[in-house]
């Protein structure tokens, strides 16, 4: 007896693996002793129990869905404990049982309830009749899992035979039934399941760790569809696209790796925004909506001379930093550019786009000013006549400045006709200077 009890612990002890007879583990064997109880002296009274000491019960069982399994199992004990009795007593039952693992969690517990048909022989010194009888029997037990290919078993049947003893056994019921106690370890085998994930170990790609029949047993912490590991963000939701990982922006940049998780950019940014494309990112962008150089920190130069445009008040013409980014051409420089025309004239030719060009200089140097053209006519002809001619002129002049790009709101015009001449017009060379357009600052 201390033999096999010795032997039934080390097997408990080094046995490995999973947990408990289910769909993984279908098949269990369970190998014991028995205990056979005629209770002539009352139940449970060691008078009446005969106890194999030995390897005396042997069950085949296969689980077949929803916490049932159908049971096949033998036992062999040697009657003695009855006067007059010294048979070899052996059963055989089929039967079902019920475990409660698929109705409540009892952790490594579990208990059973089992009933079957059964075969007893073997009872000849204690029966007047045949020694072999066929039974119904119901019974209860718990088992112990230690893992989920091992449990100690522990059970208790109450056997009814279909025919009765003689007197010489003397139960309330005439001898007719009778306990038997069983013991032992049980096996559980089959496909197993490790991890107790419900999917097999054969067709589970992470067998050691519980994971979802959808991912081939694999876990799947942060429930985006995508096993942890192949997953670069395990523990929070995100794209396949991404290998797992989230992208807040939409950007395409997964937010571990993004600079600017909240708001889309471009990769060469490491996802922050570049809303002009002049590859700064607007966060670093003096001038996030005009494209620029690094130079300007973001900020366009359009005449080159290293002023941002808008620290500049000359953008279009390069100047100096010491004069605002403006060309050095003062306003006084307008008294010396006077426009003459031809003898009732107001087209503007070529000399006349000529000094114009550099009136333009001046006008871009000092954007903030306002200029007056006046023009003025000669004393040929009516007043009638020069007045409007006067104002023909101021106007031609206008137009082309407004046509190079001038602001017409800078721009006034005047007409002076032939009262305010520059010179004489007693003489031809006089008459010619007369003929004219000046430029007056009005601010």
Same mark, same amino acid.
């Given at each position: ?182 013991? +032992? ?64 922006? +939409? ?54 001379? +290293? ?101 017409? +709101? ?34």
């Amino acid at each position: 007896m201390k033999n096999y009890i010795f032997t039934m612990f080390m097997v408990a002890v080094f046995s490995s693996a999973l947990y408990a007879q289910n769909e993984s583990n279908p098949w269990g064997i369970t190998v014991g002793t028995n205990t056979v109880d005629l209770y002539q002296t009352g139940i449970f009274a060691k008078e009446d129990l005969s106890i194999s000491p030995n390897f005396s019960y042997l069950e085949i069982s296969r689980y077949i869905g929803s916490g049932f399994s159908v049971d096949l199992a033998g036992t062999i004990n040697n009657i003695d404990r009855i006067s007059g009795a010294d048979d070899l007593y052996y059963g055989l039952d089929l039967g079902t049982s019920l475990t409660s693992r698929e109705v409540i969690d009892l952790g490594n517990f579990e208990s059973i309830l089992r009933t079957g048909l059964g075969y007893v022989g073997g009872l000849s010194g204690i029966s007047s009749e045949s020694e072999d009888f066929f039974t119904v029997y119901a019974g209860a037990g718990i088992n112990y899992w230690f893992n989920d290919a091992l449990a100690l078993s522990v059970k208790t049947t109450y056997k009814m035979y279909t025919r009765e003893f003689d007197g010489l056994i003397s139960n309330d019921d005439g001898g007719r039934h009778h306990f038997q106690h069983l013991a +032992g370890l049980t096996f559980a085998f089959g496909d197993g399941d490790k991890d107790r994930d419900g999917v097999k170990d054969s067709v589970d790609e992470c067998p050691e760790v519980p994971g979802l029949e959808s991912l081939n047993g694999c876990p799947d912490d942060d429930g985006d569809g995508i096993k942890n590991s192949d997953d670069d963000c395990p523990m929070t939701a995100g794209l396949a696209a991404l290998n797992g990982c989230p992208d807040a922006d +939409g950007d395409g940049i997964k937010d571990t790796d993004d600079d600017c998780p909240k708001e889309a950019g471009v990769a060469a940014l490491n996802g922050c925004p570049d809303a002009d494309g002049d590859g700064i990112k607007d966060a670093d962008d003096a001038c996030p909506n005009a494209a620029g150089s690094k130079a300007m920190n973001g900020c366009p130069d359009a005449d080159g001379d +290293g002023l941002a445009d808008k620290d500049d008040k000359c953008p279009a013409v390069a100047g100096p930093a010491s004069n605002n980014g403006c060309p050095e051409y003062p306003l006084s420089m307008l008294v010396d550019y006077d426009i003459n025309f031809d003898l009732e004239k107001y087209n503007i030719d070529a000399t006349d786009v000529q000094r114009l060009s550099t009136v333009i200089k001046v006008l871009l140097a000092n954007s903030d000013a306002n200029i007056s053209i006046e023009g003025h006519a000669d004393n040929t002809g009516e007043e009638s006549f020069n007045n409007p001619l006067s104002n023909n002129r101021a106007s031609s002049i206008k137009d082309y400045l407004v046509n190079v790009g001038i602001d017409a +709101g800078r721009l006034s015009t005047k007409a002076f006709g032939e009262s305010m001449p520059k010179a004489s017009n007693d003489t031809e060379e006089g008459r010619a200077i007369n003929r004219r357009v000046e430029f007056k600052v009005v601010n």
